[in-house]
C-alpha cells in the first residue's frame, strides 16, 4: 500500500519538524501553523481516521491524548489547549491518516467555523 504522507515524513522521505516521538507516535510541527503552537501528534499505524479505527487500537488512541496533554504540560499551556480531530470531508480532514491537532499560545474562538 502506498505511504500516507504523514508516514513518508516518519521515515524521513519527506522534511519535517518532528517535535516528539515514541514507540506508538510523533509530534509533528504542523506547516500551517493556526495558533501560535499547532503539532500534530500522529500514530505510526497509519490508522486512516477514528471513524475506521477499531477495539485494537483503542490504547493507541488514549495514547494519543495522553501525549497532547503532557506535551501541552512541557510547553507550559497551562492557560489552555484545544485537541482537534477532523474526521472524513464535512469534519474538515485532508490527510488520511489519523493525526490530533494540538493548538494553543492564543486565545481560541468557539464555535469553529
Ligand atoms: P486535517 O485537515 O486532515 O485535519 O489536518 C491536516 C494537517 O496537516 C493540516 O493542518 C495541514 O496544514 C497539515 N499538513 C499538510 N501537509 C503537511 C506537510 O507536508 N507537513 C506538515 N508538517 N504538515 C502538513
Known sequence: MEKTL????????IP???EYE????????DINPQAPIHLLIIPRKP?????????EDQATL????????????????ENGFRIVINNGEDG???VPHL???????????????
Open 99 to 113: 493525526h490530533v491537532h494540538l493548538l494553543g499560545g492564543r486565545q481560541l474562538d468557539w464555535p469553529p467555523g
Open 6 to 13: 504523514f508516514e513518508k515524513i516518519m521515515t524521513g522521505e
Open 47 to 55: 490508522i486512516p481516521r477514528v471513524g475506521e479505527a477499531s477495539k
Open 22 to 29: 515514541d514507540d506508538l507516535c510523533i509530534a509533528l510541527r
Open 62 to 77: 488514549g495514547h494519543l491524548l495522553l501525549t497532547a496533554g503532557q506535551i501541552a504540560k512541557n510547553l507550559n499551556l
Open 92 to 94: 474538515g480532514e485532508t
Open 16 to 18: 519535517g519538524q518532528i
